[in-house]
Nanobody, 130 residues
């Protein structure tokens, strides 16, 4: 199992980036895939999650209206389109997946974040300059 997040970079405030989360050796079918970010010295936070089977999404207030999560038809890659980036979006971004339970997606996102069974691949750095 490999999970690779990519697409980060250095941009100016107001610009856009698209992150990718690629699965190797499996597909995301039947799972929920979340995006998370972490700033040095702070806890990792969940910002968005996508339920692959039905396309349901959830976003935290800090990114709602600016970020969009989607997946490819093969269900092996999940994207995070980030528009109107702000300096406070600067962080290392990670993706991770978990079982799509019947709970509301914001709870699924938190479960993925807190579970000791969650597999965390390497993250991708996003830096937004003012």
């Amino acid at each position: 199992v490999q999970l690779v997040a990519s697409g980060g970079g250095l941009v100016q405030a107001g610009e856009s980036l698209r992150l990718s989360c690629a699965a190797s050796g499996f597909t995301f079918a039947d799972y929920a895939v979340g995006w998370f970010r972490q700033v040095p010295g702070k806890e990792r936070e969940g910002i968005s999650v996508l339920s692959i089977n039905d396309g349901e999404t959830y976003y935290t207030d800090s990114v709602k209206g600016r970020f969009t999560v989607s997946n490819d038809n093969a269900e092996t890659t999940v994207y995070l389109q980030m528009n109107n980036l702000k300096p406070e979006d600067t962080a290392v971004y990670y993706c991770a997946f978990g079982f799509r339970s019947s709970e509301p997606l914001h709870k699924v996102l938190r479960t993925i974040l807190l579970s000791d069974r969650t597999f965390w691949g390497q993250g991708t750095q996003v830096t937004v300059s003012s």
